[in-house]
């Protein structure tokens, strides 16, 4: 029943950053966990981040580590991932999704555990 909505995709050079967001309506409170996924151009989706509503914890897949920092505003219902010193390789169809019973881990980047789906947002990383 939970709706996402993902937002603020785009083109970008290398080096530059962009920022996502992932707005929930609906059962908005029955979430509890929401993760940020990328799907690259004739590539298997592949988990980039997550977080917890409960404690506020967070998980990053190593190769995003230091430069994405995932956020979230409980009384705006979005999730945010901030992307920086982007490189060509993080071009994709970025995704995010939540669950009302997941509490995640890095384990849960597999995004097998995620129960609601947003459509997606392109991000173009190029010079």
């Known amino acids: 029943q939970l709706q996402l909505v993902e937002s603020g995709g785009g083109w970008v050079q290398p080096g530059r950053s962009l920022r996502l967001s992932c707005v929930a309506s609906?059962?908005?409170?029955?979430?509890?966990?929401t993760g940020w996924f990328r799907q690259a151009p004739g590539k298997e989706r592949q988990g980039i981040s997550c977080i917890n509503r409960s404690d506020g914890s967070t998980y990053y897949e190593d190769s995003v580590k230091g430069r994405f920092i995932i956020s979230r505003d409980n009384a705006k219902n979005t999730v945010y991932l901030q992307m920086n010193s982007l490189k060509p390789e993080d071009t994709g169809i970025y995704y995010c999704?939540?669950?009302?019973?997941?509490?995640?881990?890095?384990?849960?980047?597999?995004?097998?555990?995620?129960?609601?789906w947003g459509q997606g947002t392109q991000v173009t990383v190029s010079s």
């Open positions: 609906g059962f908005t409170a029955d979430y509890h966990a």
């Open positions: 999704a939540a669950d009302p019973d997941l509490y995640c881990s890095g384990d849960s980047l597999s995004g097998a555990d995620f129960s609601s």
